[in-house]
Protein backbone atom coordinates (compact mmCIF):
# COMPACT_ATOMS: atom_id res chain seq x y z
CA UNK A 1 0.00 0.00 0.00
CA UNK A 2 1.20 3.44 -1.03
CA UNK A 3 0.07 6.09 0.59
CA UNK A 4 0.68 9.99 -0.79
CA UNK A 5 0.93 13.32 1.55
CA UNK A 6 0.39 15.00 -1.74
CA UNK A 7 -1.27 12.75 -4.92
CA UNK A 8 -1.10 15.78 -7.02
CA UNK A 9 3.13 16.07 -6.54
CA UNK A 10 3.07 11.92 -7.96
CA UNK A 11 0.36 13.22 -10.69
CA UNK A 12 2.93 15.93 -11.70
CA UNK A 13 5.76 13.13 -11.83
CA UNK A 14 3.76 10.95 -14.16
CA UNK A 15 3.07 14.40 -16.26
CA UNK A 16 6.81 15.06 -16.48
CA UNK A 17 7.36 10.75 -17.28
CA UNK A 18 5.17 11.02 -20.12
CA UNK A 19 6.62 13.95 -21.55
CA UNK A 20 10.44 12.27 -21.19
CA UNK A 21 8.19 9.63 -23.45
CA UNK A 22 7.42 11.92 -26.05
CA UNK A 23 3.68 11.99 -24.57
CA UNK A 24 1.86 15.25 -23.85
CA UNK A 25 2.16 15.73 -20.26
CA UNK A 26 -0.57 14.43 -18.63
CA UNK A 27 -0.51 12.27 -15.04
CA UNK A 28 -3.56 11.18 -12.84
CA UNK A 29 -3.52 9.47 -9.73
CA UNK A 30 -6.72 7.99 -8.09
CA UNK A 31 -6.86 7.40 -4.30
CA UNK A 32 -9.29 6.36 -1.21
CA UNK A 33 -9.47 9.43 1.00
CA UNK A 34 -9.97 7.07 3.63
CA UNK A 35 -6.79 5.65 3.63
CA UNK A 36 -5.06 7.88 1.95
CA UNK A 37 -3.96 4.91 -0.51
CA UNK A 38 -3.12 5.07 -3.86
CA UNK A 39 -5.38 2.88 -5.53
CA UNK A 40 -4.50 3.45 -9.29
CA UNK A 41 -2.44 6.17 -11.41
CA UNK A 42 -1.30 6.70 -15.20
CA UNK A 43 0.26 8.96 -17.68
CA UNK A 44 -0.38 10.27 -21.52
CA UNK A 45 0.12 7.05 -23.43
CA UNK A 46 -2.04 7.69 -26.79
CA UNK A 47 1.51 7.00 -28.77
CA UNK A 48 3.33 4.66 -27.30
CA UNK A 49 0.31 2.08 -27.08
CA UNK A 50 -1.20 2.73 -30.60
CA UNK A 51 -4.27 4.19 -28.49
CA UNK A 52 -6.73 7.46 -29.09
CA UNK A 53 -8.50 6.87 -25.63
CA UNK A 54 -4.90 6.03 -23.25
CA UNK A 55 -5.66 9.05 -22.07
CA UNK A 56 -3.92 9.71 -18.11
CA UNK A 57 -7.38 9.69 -16.80
CA UNK A 58 -8.11 6.64 -19.16
CA UNK A 59 -5.43 4.54 -17.90
CA UNK A 60 -5.80 5.34 -13.92
CA UNK A 61 -10.03 4.37 -14.65
CA UNK A 62 -8.80 0.85 -15.72
CA UNK A 63 -6.02 0.37 -13.74
CA UNK A 64 -8.34 0.97 -10.37
CA UNK A 65 -10.98 -1.06 -11.45
CA UNK A 66 -9.01 -4.11 -12.13
CA UNK A 67 -7.41 -3.07 -8.81
CA UNK A 68 -11.14 -2.75 -6.83
CA UNK A 69 -12.45 -5.63 -9.02
CA UNK A 70 -15.26 -3.48 -9.98
CA UNK A 71 -15.76 -0.93 -13.05
CA UNK A 72 -17.72 1.72 -10.19
CA UNK A 73 -15.20 3.52 -8.03
CA UNK A 74 -17.13 5.23 -6.24
CA UNK A 75 -16.04 7.53 -3.27
CA UNK A 76 -12.21 7.82 -4.82
CA UNK A 77 -10.80 10.73 -5.53
CA UNK A 78 -8.77 11.47 -8.83
CA UNK A 79 -5.93 13.82 -9.20
CA UNK A 80 -4.98 15.12 -12.37
CA UNK A 81 -2.84 17.18 -13.83
CA UNK A 82 -4.71 19.25 -16.90
CA UNK A 83 -8.51 19.42 -16.61
CA UNK A 84 -10.46 16.44 -18.64
CA UNK A 85 -11.24 16.34 -22.03
CA UNK A 86 -14.79 15.13 -22.76
CA UNK A 87 -13.96 11.69 -22.72
CA UNK A 88 -12.30 11.66 -19.63
CA UNK A 89 -14.81 13.43 -17.73
CA UNK A 90 -17.30 11.32 -19.31
CA UNK A 91 -15.53 7.80 -18.76
CA UNK A 92 -15.14 9.61 -14.68
CA UNK A 93 -18.42 9.88 -14.32
CA UNK A 94 -19.31 6.13 -15.67
CA UNK A 95 -16.83 5.24 -12.81
CA UNK A 96 -18.87 6.86 -10.47
CA UNK A 97 -15.54 8.72 -9.24
CA UNK A 98 -16.40 11.00 -5.82
CA UNK A 99 -14.11 13.76 -6.26
CA UNK A 100 -12.11 15.37 -9.01
CA UNK A 101 -9.04 17.43 -8.39
CA UNK A 102 -7.12 18.68 -11.60
CA UNK A 103 -4.58 21.16 -12.27
CA UNK A 104 -4.41 23.38 -14.90
CA UNK A 105 -7.42 24.58 -16.96
CA UNK A 106 -7.89 23.65 -20.53
CA UNK A 107 -9.69 25.88 -22.61
CA UNK A 108 -9.39 24.59 -25.68
CA UNK A 109 -9.79 20.64 -25.07
CA UNK A 110 -11.43 20.73 -20.99
CA UNK A 111 -14.96 19.93 -20.53
CA UNK A 112 -15.26 20.26 -16.88
CA UNK A 113 -15.65 23.64 -16.72
CA UNK A 114 -14.68 24.74 -20.47
CA UNK A 115 -16.05 23.76 -23.22
CA UNK A 116 -19.22 21.06 -22.75
CA UNK A 117 -18.71 21.61 -19.11
CA UNK A 118 -19.77 17.97 -18.84
CA UNK A 119 -21.26 17.60 -15.57
CA UNK A 120 -23.29 20.05 -16.00
CA UNK A 121 -25.53 18.37 -18.42
CA UNK A 122 -28.86 16.74 -17.95
CA UNK A 123 -27.80 13.81 -19.73
CA UNK A 124 -24.71 13.66 -17.10
CA UNK A 125 -26.10 11.13 -14.68
CA UNK A 126 -23.32 11.31 -11.95
CA UNK A 127 -21.26 14.22 -10.61
CA UNK A 128 -17.99 14.37 -8.81
CA UNK A 129 -17.05 17.04 -6.35
CA UNK A 130 -15.24 18.86 -8.58
CA UNK A 131 -11.84 20.81 -7.06
CA UNK A 132 -9.37 23.15 -8.89
CA UNK A 133 -5.53 22.93 -7.72
CA UNK A 134 -4.45 26.60 -9.09
CA UNK A 135 -0.93 25.75 -7.32
CA UNK A 136 -0.33 22.96 -8.62
CA UNK A 137 -2.19 24.01 -11.73
CA UNK A 138 0.57 26.72 -12.51
CA UNK A 139 3.40 23.64 -12.58
CA UNK A 140 0.99 21.87 -14.96
CA UNK A 141 0.79 24.81 -16.74
CA UNK A 142 4.42 25.45 -17.44
CA UNK A 143 5.34 21.49 -17.57
CA UNK A 144 2.80 21.83 -21.21
CA UNK A 145 4.05 25.15 -22.30
CA UNK A 146 7.26 24.14 -21.80
CA UNK A 147 6.50 20.52 -23.99
CA UNK A 148 5.07 22.25 -26.79
CA UNK A 149 7.62 24.98 -26.92
CA UNK A 150 10.25 22.50 -27.63
CA UNK A 151 8.02 20.60 -30.34
CA UNK A 152 7.71 24.01 -32.42
CA UNK A 153 11.90 24.34 -32.39
Known sequence: MTILADPMTRALELAA???AAG?????????????????AE??????????PTAHAEIVALR????????????????YVTLEPCAMCAGAISLARIGKLVFGACDPKGGAVIHGARFFEQPTCHWKPDVE????????ASQLLKDFFKARRK
Open 17 to 19: EAA
Open 23 to 39: EVPVGAVIVDPESGEIV
Open 42 to 51: GANAPISRHD
Open 63 to 78: RAAEVRGNYRLTGLTM
Open 132 to 139: QDEERGEA
